[in-house]
């Protein structure tokens, strides 16, 4: 038996029309098992696109905004000036689209009280005076935020996205909401300076600013956070001792070869320094490693939850099989009577597996990636749908009507997924959907190949 005849077998046993009703029973088996395929597959594929998606927003987020691609630290304090002078010179480097020298450091920020009105009345918003919140203060070059790549994730909530006085600050949105400010109103920062007297480790600084504007990146982890002010003012708020500085560098492929881009980063500042050998060069992944170790952890239990979804499909597809062994034991009689061997009756059976498979992933694999392209207009659908059915809910008990809810509330999430079908991903899916069927007919293709045909003669 040729294998285009065993292709031909295997392909009736799933498509098949004419027959009796027990070899309708073993292609409904079939046809039952690839369906499971696919809808297992469904999940997968959506939770692979979705899960991607959300963590390249996120990362994408971060290293235009908060990490930058890679990051050049000196061993010993710098100033202000000298980081600037430095990263103009890497700047004009091949490769390199920018370097900001920045500074970071902990501090508290305050509320400072509004001035009472003429009549001497108090300010209806003045409960907001001495609230105050933890912050990661940044003190960053202004060219910063005239970057690209920055500005394609940060935007002016009010006010303006500008650090032209050394007074002025800007801060997220999230920690704006927390100390009740705006665009106009004074904050005080709390650092601490160190103390030169053996008696007192450090004594907090207090230091005014001018809130310019109140900024998002769209990602609320980032935004309750941050404060930004002038370079320039690092000196006189952050101490060497509480704060570390560096120099961001963006390059042309921030998710290519950093290794590459490394090494030219340490020639140049070798070069620039005489051969010295002052600065530290991190990528990405090791400046934030424990929050893209926790992202790509947390995706890789989604995704072996999904597959464990396809291999209990996959089980259903060999147990679809050996029913259809129990009913076509008079055919596979005459194949082996007729001159088949034991080897190609288990063939037969393995393509059939494979073809079980391969007709459910590509409809799993077409329903998911569909789900997937559309999965915000899916979930502002089902949004929409939850708060109708909330509304008339409370309309028919008289209750006042709820507040909006959101299932992808932006607060804490994106506010948009952002979705990429790679069809290689996709190509590795439909293979281990082949992959585990072919596995789950190994034992129903076994006992195919060693059904006696006399016996079964002699029975039936």
């Known amino acids: 038996?040729?294998?285009?005849?065993?292709?031909?077998?295997?392909?009736?046993?799933?498509?098949?029309?004419?027959?009796?009703?027990?070899?309708?029973?073993?292609?409904?088996?079939?046809?039952?098992?690839?369906?499971?395929?696919?809808?297992?597959?469904?999940?997968?594929?959506?939770?692979?696109?979705?899960?991607d998606g959300m963590i390249e927003g996120i990362t994408a987020r971060y290293l235009e905004t908060a990490t930058y691609h890679l990051q050049v630290a000196p061993y010993f304090r710098k100033s202000g000036?000298?980081?600037?002078?430095?990263?103009?010179?890497?700047?004009?480097?091949?490769?390199?689209?920018?370097?900001?020298?920045?500074?970071?450091?902990?501090?508290?920020i305050i509320a400072a009280p509004r001035q009472s009105s003429a009549d001497g009345a108090a300010d209806a918003d003045a409960t907001r005076s001495g609230r105050s919140s933890g912050a990661a203060l940044r003190a960053v070059d202004p060219r910063f935020l005239e970057d690209a790549g920055a500005k394609a994730y940060i935007?002016?909530?009010?006010?303006?996205?500008?650090?032209?006085?050394?007074?002025?600050?800007?801060?997220?949105?999230?920690?704006?909401?927390?100390l009740g400010v705006g665009p106009g109103?004074?904050?005080?920062?709390?650092?601490?300076?160190?103390?030169?007297?053996?008696?007192?480790?450090?004594?907090?600084?207090?230091?005014?600013?001018?809130?310019?504007?109140?900024?998002?990146?769209?990602?609320?982890?980032?935004?309750a956070l941050?404060?930004?002010?002038?370079?320039?003012?690092?000196?006189?708020?952050?101490?060497?001792?509480?704060?570390?500085?560096?120099i961001g560098v963006k390059v042309l492929a921030p998710f290519g070869d950093l290794e590459?881009?490394?090494?030219?980063?340490?020639?140049?500042?070798?070069?620039?320094?005489?051969?010295?050998?002052?600065?530290s060069v991190a990528t990405w992944k090791e400046a934030e490693r424990n929050l893209f170790t926790s992202f790509s952890t947390t995706r890789a239990l989604l995704l072996l939850v999904m597959t464990l979804a396809v291999a209990v499909a996959a089980v259903n597809v060999g147990s679809a099989l050996v029913m259809l062994v129990v009913e076509r034991r008079r055919d596979l009689a005459i194949l082996k009577s007729a001159g088949a061997s034991n080897a190609q009756i288990g063939f037969v059976f393995l393509l059939s597996g494979c073809i079980t498979g391969g007709v459910?992933?590509?409809?799993?694999?077409?329903?998911?990636?569909?789900?997937?392209?559309?999965?915000?207009?899916?979930?502002?659908?089902?949004?929409?749908?939850a708060n109708l059915a909330a509304r008339f809910r409370a309309l028919l008990v008289g209750a006042p009507l709820p507040p909006a809810m959101r299932l992808l509330d932006p607060a804490y999430y994106l506010e948009r997924i952002p979705v990429r079908l790679e069809g290689e991903k996709l190509?590795?899916?439909?293979?281990?959907?082949?992959?585990?069927?072919?596995?789950?007919?190994?034992?129903?293709?076994r006992r195919a190949a060693r059904l006696p045909p006399l016996e079964i003669f002699r029975k039936t």
Do not use: H
């Open 360 to 385: 459910g992933g590509l409809a799993g694999i077409g329903l998911g990636a569909l789900l997937a392209w559309r999965v915000n207009e899916l979930i502002a659908g089902l949004e929409s749908l």
């Open 185 to 223: 109103d004074l904050v005080s920062i709390v650092t601490a300076q160190s103390e030169r007297s053996e008696s007192v480790a450090a004594r907090p600084k207090v230091t005014p600013f001018r809130v310019r504007g109140i900024l998002s990146s769209g990602y609320r982890e980032l935004d």
């Open 260 to 279: 590459s881009a490394r090494r030219e980063l340490r020639a140049a500042l070798e070069s620039d320094e005489g051969g010295g050998t002052g600065w």
């Open 81 to 108: 000036a000298a980081l600037e002078e430095t990263a103009r010179n890497l700047e004009r480097r091949r490769g390199i689209t920018g370097a900001f020298a920045e500074v970071q450091g902990p501090a508290v």
């Open 226 to 246: 941050w404060a930004l002010i002038p370079l320039r003012a690092a000196g006189r708020v952050l101490a060497p001792e509480t704060s570390r500085s560096f």
């Open 427 to 445: 190509l590795l899916v439909f293979l281990l959907c082949i992959v585990l069927c072919l596995v789950a007919s190994l034992l129903p293709a």
């Open 155 to 178: 935007r002016a909530v009010s006010g303006e996205l500008r650090l032209e006085r050394g007074n002025e600050i800007l801060l997220g949105e999230a920690l704006a909401k927390t």
């Open 1 to 51: 038996m040729r294998s285009g005849a065993a292709f031909f077998i295997a392909e009736r046993y799933l498509f098949g029309r004419k027959g009796g009703e027990e070899r309708r029973g073993g292609r409904n088996y079939l046809r039952g098992a690839a369906l499971g395929v696919a809808l297992s597959l469904v999940p997968l594929v959506v939770v692979l696109v979705v899960a």
